[in-house]
């Protein structure tokens, strides 16, 4: 795993962890810049779940805050992690309802853009589209497969969870939306997703298994679900041996230059 600068901040005796003025302004600045960036973007599911999560605007929302809701919707809840987990303790995690959050906030510096997935990623990205039961057991799915899985399969699963969790699109009665986490975190990919610039194909598990993707770039290509139940199928799918028929098939030509390797 590549390393990280941040460290995730420890709770006190009574479980409580304590922002700095500075981490508690980041979170707000981001909040509301996002949230202006929302509507006619993101899924129904996705905004009802921002309203049950009812998240501070002024700080950084304690983990249980968040747990109280999840738990009444889905049962899950969110697990206090490091920057940085394995793939073992990550479908540890979902395989037992608990979705990992790291309870660090991006710098200043790295304010529109931050590779490591922090606290406003997990909690503004993820958490509101876990109280909607067909993404929760979708989720819960993956993490019990990826669990059994083998480091090989790891792989090809950590593609559809790509093109799905972090990066899906949704087609709905009042045209196409997002609820992947990793665009709704981000601003501008928020705007790009929607935009003329990238491919956007009806959703293939097969192929979304086979397709490369980069995490340092806007993605060139997004896979649409019909309806955000959808969700609900693909989890009821046979997956592994879907992931057996990509490794036999291989990888699609990717979408993208290589990473320009640093001398």
Known sequence: MKGTSYV???PDEQGIIHYSEEENRIWSELLARQM???PGRACDQYLEGLRKLNLPADRIPQLAEVDAVLEQAT???TAQVPALISFQHFFELLADKQFPV???I???EEFDYLQEP??????????PLLTNPAFAHFTHTYGKLGLAASPKERVFLARLYWFTVEFGLVQTEQGLRIYGGGILSSPGETRYALSDEPERVTMSVLDALRTPYRIDIMQPIYYVLNHLDDLFDIAELDLMSLVKQAQELGLHEPKFPPKQ???
């Not at 922090?118 to 958490?127: A, L, V």
């Open 261 to 263: 390797k640093v001398s």
């Open 118 to 127: 922090d606290i406003f990623h997990e909690i503004f990205g993820h958490c």
């Open 75 to 77: 049962g899950w809840r």
């Open 106 to 108: 991006r710098s200043r």
């Open 8 to 10: 995730a901040r420890q």
């Open 102 to 104: 790291a309870t660090f």
């Open 36 to 38: 202006s960036w929302l």
